[in-house]
């Protein structure tokens, strides 16, 4: 994989010069490949832009951000990135972003996924089923409810007296048990939202 980084001519960050990644100053000279993977850096002026250009001959383009934002990352996914995160990524982070946008998934850092998910399962127009009885321990309807306030897996774990580790086993389990791929697929399975009144 080709690692390009769109950046306003900034220094690359250790990881991504680990990886040999190309700097760009814009979008204007850049070649798309189908192994190629674009990071454009939101401090780079009008990168909306450069996203919206990319967006044009290539699905694998990453927003990276240092203040990442709710309304930045919406820009971001709207534009037509299919990631967006800190721009602060050890090697292997940036490996595991790549593959998953490479393989047609989206990537969004998780403290912005569960305000995301707060949101949605907040918002008048969601309406949350009821848990069949049996289907969840107490303990794992505890964390679906967190998960539905938008906590992160610390929030959840500090919450209920229990260590990080457990919570991610119940998720797991919670999310085989739905057959939900993610915590926005679970929320989906969990309810449903009705369309606004005309």
Sequence with gaps: MNYKVVNNG???SQSFKALSASSYTGVENCETKTDDMFWVHTSHQGWLGAVRRLSATTKNIVVISSDQSYREMCQALVSGSRGYCADDLSVTEIEAV????????????ESVLCDVIEALAGSAMYQRHELPVGQLTKREAEVVNGILEGKRNEEIAELHGISVRTVKEHVSSILRKYQAKDRVDLLLKLGSFNKPAV
């Design 10 to 12: 900034r220094d690359l």
């Design 98 to 109: 790549s593959r998953s946008v490479a393989n047609g998934g989206l990537w969004v850092n």
